[in-house]
């Protein structure tokens, strides 16, 4: 009986410790933060990490990178829609906005692709810290000798 509650507690915990991982997925809209089934946003994925701080600080990165990025792309789809918009109402369109918008919306690319890398590597320092975190089984071998013979140490 006592190895069946001993086998079932640890059960429990091997599942409570896996259960905690983000998942991380790409969507047409932006990310995706999924943790023990429920959507993470930017702000709950920090505090979820804040007790890892490599990861932590990997995420706010990110955060920060996405949300330069956006705010760059929406100045240069501005830029870019006036001399569409223009068109449309039979008004003679300064394309040289359309071109400066196009430019500008190009520059937010690197910013993107470096939050989405940031994100990616802080989601996955959190789950490779929670897996390192799992398995703290390291036990020390030690091999001695002595006046009164010879013997093997183990620490754990």
């Keep these: ?45 920090a505090a979820a990490t804040a007790s890892y701080p490599e990861a932590n600080l990997l995420i706010k990165k990110a955060k920060s990178q996405k949300t330069i990025a956006q705010i760059i792309t929406i100045i240069g789809g501005g830029l870019t829609g006036i001399p569409i918009g223009q068109s449309f ?24 692709l470096s939050a989405f890398n940031n994100a990616n ?21 030690r091999v001695f000798a002595g006046p009164n013979g010879a013997g093997l140490g183990i620490s754990f």
């Design 121 to 141: 590597k802080g989601v996955d320092t959190y789950n490779l810290s929670l897996k390192s975190a799992s398995y703290t089984f390291n036990p020390e071998f």
């Design 1 to 45: 009986m006592r190895k069946l509650i001993l086998l079932q507690i640890g059960i429990f915990f091997l599942n409570s410790s896996f259960g905690q991982e983000i998942e991380m997925k790409l969507n047409l809209l932006g990310y995706k933060f999924i943790q023990n089934g429920e959507r993470l946003n930017w702000n709950e994925l």
């Design 89 to 112: 109402s039979d008004k003679d369109p300064n394309w040289t906005l359309a071109y400066i918008g196009l430019g500008i919306t190009a520059i937010s690319i690197p910013f993107s």
